[in-house]
Structures are given as C-alpha cells and as structure tokens.
Nanobody
C-alpha cells in the first residue's frame, strides 16, 4: 500500500549536519503519521522522531531533542529529518516508517508502524 525510500545519509564530522528524506508512494500519504528510527550495530532499533499526519504534533527521543527536527511536506509525499550538531553516537542506519492508521498523531513504538524503508547509513566521525 505504501512504499518508502530514504536518502540523504552519508559521512559527516562531529558537529556537522545532515538532512534525511523519506519519499513515499501512494495516494493516502497525508493520512499517516510518520516516524524515524535508527539501529546501530549490536543495538536494538530505537525511536528517533515522529510526526502526526498533519504535521501539527512532533515527538523526539531525549537523545536527539534540540538537535533533530522532523517535518513533512504532504504535497511532495515526503518526510524529512534535519540532524544538527551530530555526534559519533548518532552513527546508525536510519529507517523511515509509516503508521497506516488513518489520521494518526504519531507513536514512539516501532510496532505502531506498518511500512518501512530500507534504511540509509549515517556515519559521524570524531
């Protein structure tokens, strides 16, 4: 029903910035809350940020609050994650996810999401 493709990952020095994009296919994107998760080697997948279907509500993990910003452009079927003041501990594969519940407000739980992208690698050097 929904296909997601992440882009924008890469290698950056500590203190630098990256912007990740998640392009969604489908005609009902505007109905869905969206989230970003990340997974580092040997660690469990963790919540990063989420945004409600309208963009009116956002949620962040404590570890990224004040540094990362999630946003969406429903006209472009795209969700963004602006990452500033990057730290080596931000190194991970970042995944975009869609909650297919209509008009969702967003969730910190990975099991709330039904569609996932393939991920994009973010590496922060010290």
């Amino acid at each position: 029903q929904v296909q997601l493709v992440e882009s924008g990952g890469g290698l950056v020095q500590a203190g630098g910035s990256l912007r990740l994009s998640c392009a969604a296919s489908g005609r009902t994107f505007r109905r869905y809350a969206m989230g970003w998760f990340r997974q580092a080697p040997g660690k469990e997948r963790e919540f990063v940020a989420a945004i409600s279907f309208s963009g009116g509500n956002t949620y962040y993990a404590d570890s990224v609050k004040g540094r990362f910003t999630i946003s969406r452009d429903n006209a472009k079927n795209t969700v963004y994650l602006q990452m500033n003041t990057l730290k080596p501990e931000d190194t991970a594969v970042y995944f975009c996810a869609a909650d297919l519940t209509d008009y969702g407000v967003g969730s910190r739980n990975s099991y709330a999401y039904d569609a996932w992208g393939q991920g994009t690698q973010v590496t922060v050097s010290s």
